[in-house]
C-alpha cells in the first residue's frame, strides 16, 4: 500500500511539474510577465494550462484566465503593456512585433476586462489592432483602454462589450455599424438584439480601478517615449536576423551543391567502375572464347591429322595386298 501511494505521488509530481512547465513548441513571444498576483492560469494551444511568474513569456496563441484576486500584468514585445483584471477569459488570438507592417495584435476577450497601453503596432498598425469580443470588433488609433465584457446571466451590468478610453481614441464594430470613442468615454454593443454600438452617457461604475491603477496610467507616456526606438531595435534586430537566415540559407544552398557535386562524382566513379568491370569482363571472355576457339580448332586439327594417318595406313596396306597378290601371279 506504501508503495502505490509513493507511486501515485510520483505521477502526480510529475504532471503537475508539467502543467507549469512553458510550451515546448511556442509560437510568436507576444509579451513577458510584469507582475502576478492571486489565482492566475495561461494555457496553451494544447489546452496545457501553467502557473506564471514574473519574467515568464506569453506566447502566441495562448490563453490567460484570472480568477477573484488574479491580475495578470505584461511587457509586449512592441514595447505596449497589458493589465489583465480579476476574473478574466482571454486569449492573445495573433501576435507578431518585427517592427514592419506585418506587425498585428489580435486579443479574444470572453469575459472579463483588461486595460491596454498600445505600442508600435496601435501607433503604426493600427488597422492590425483588435480585440475581439462575442458581439463586437473593438480597434484603435494609438490609444490607452480598456475592453471588457459582460457575459449573458451576469448581475453586474447589461450583457455586452464595453470600451473605455483613457487616451487616444478607439471604435467599437458590429456589422450593424460603428461608433468612435474618445478619451472619458464609453461605448457599448449589446449581446441581445441587434447589436448595434452606442456611445453611453457616462462611464459605468463596473469599470473599478485595482491597486495599480496610477502606476498603470502613468505607463502611457513611458510606453510612447520608449517605442520608437524600440521598433527601430527590433527592425535592426530583424535585418540581422534575416540577414543570418539569408547566410544560413546561402551556406545550405552551397553545402547541398557541394553534396550533389559530391553525389554526381561518385556516381561519374561507380559508373567508370562499372563500365571497367563490363569491359575486363568482355575482355575475359573474348579471352575465354579465344582460348576455347584455339583448342576446339587444335583438337579438330589433330583429329584431321590422326584420320589422315589412318586413311594413309589403310591405303598402304591396300597397295602392299595389290603387290604381293601381282607378284605371285609373275611367277607362274
Not at 527590433?234 to 550533389?260: C, T, V, W
Not at 561507380?270 to 580448332?297: A, I, M, S, Y
Request: some cysteine.
Amino acid at each position: 500500500m506504501r508503495r502505490l501511494l509513493l507511486a501515485c505521488s510520483l505521477v502526480l509530481a510529475c504532471l503537475g511539474a508539467q502543467a507549469q512547465s512553458p510550451p515546448a513548441a511556442a509560437a510568436n513571444l507576444a509579451g513577458k510577465v510584469e507582475l502576478v498576483e492571486g489565482e492566475v492560469t495561461v494555457s496553451d494551444k494544447s489546452k496545457r494550462t501553467r502557473r506564471v511568474a514574473v519574467g515568464d513569456s506569453i506566447f502566441e496563441g495562448e490563453g490567460i484566465v484570472t480568477g477573484r484576486d488574479g491580475e495578470l500584468h505584461l511587457n509586449m514585445e512592441d514595447g505596449g503593456f497589458i493589465a489583465v483584471r480579476p476574473n478574466t477569459r482571454m486569449s492573445i488570438a495573433a501576435y507578431r512585433a518585427e517592427g514592419d507592417s506585418e506587425d498585428k495584435g489580435i486579443f479574444s476577450l470572453l469575459q472579463g476586462t483588461f486595460r491596454s497601453v498600445t505600442g508600435w503596432i496601435g501607433k503604426y498598425n493600427p488597422r492590425s489592432y483588435q480585440v475581439r469580443t462575442p458581439t463586437a470588433t473593438i480597434g484603435v488609433r494609438g490609444t490607452d483602454h480598456e475592453p471588457l465584457v459582460i457575459p449573458q446571466g451576469s448581475t453586474e451590468g447589461e450583457p455586452g462589450s464595453y470600451d473605455k478610453v483613457n487616451v487616444g481614441g478607439s471604435y467599437i464594430q458590429t456589422r450593424h455599424g460603428s461608433i468612435d470613442v474618445k478619451p472619458n468615454q464609453a461605448g457599448f454593443a449589446p449581446w441581445k438584439g441587434r447589436p448595434v454600438p452606442r456611445l453611453l452617457p457616462q462611464v459605468p461604475a463596473f469599470f473599478k480601478a485595482t491597486r495599480y491603477e496610477k502606476a498603470i496610467a502613468a505607463r502611457h507616456d513611458v510606453v510612447h517615449k520608449a517605442i520608437d526606438q524600440r521598433r527601430i531595435e527590433r527592425q535592426k534586430g530583424s535585418l540581422e536576423k534575416k540577414g543570418q537566415l539569408e547566410k544560413q540559407k546561402i551556406e545550405r544552398q552551397k553545402a547541398l551543391q557541394e553534396r550533389r557535386r559530391d553525389q554526381d562524382a561518385q556516381r561519374r566513379e561507380q559508373g567508370e567502375e562499372r563500365r571497367k568491370q563490363w569491359q575486363d569482363k568482355q575482355q575475359k571472355r573474348q579471352q575465354e572464347r579465344g582460348l576455347q576457339e584455339r583448342e576446339d580448332r587444335e583438337k579438330r586439327q589433330k583429329e584431321n591429322g590422326e584420320r589422315r594417318q589412318e586413311r594413309e595406313a589403310r591405303g598402304s596396306e591396300r597397295n602392299q595386298g595389290q603387290g604381293a597378290r601381282g607378284g605371285g601371279r609373275g611367277r607362274d
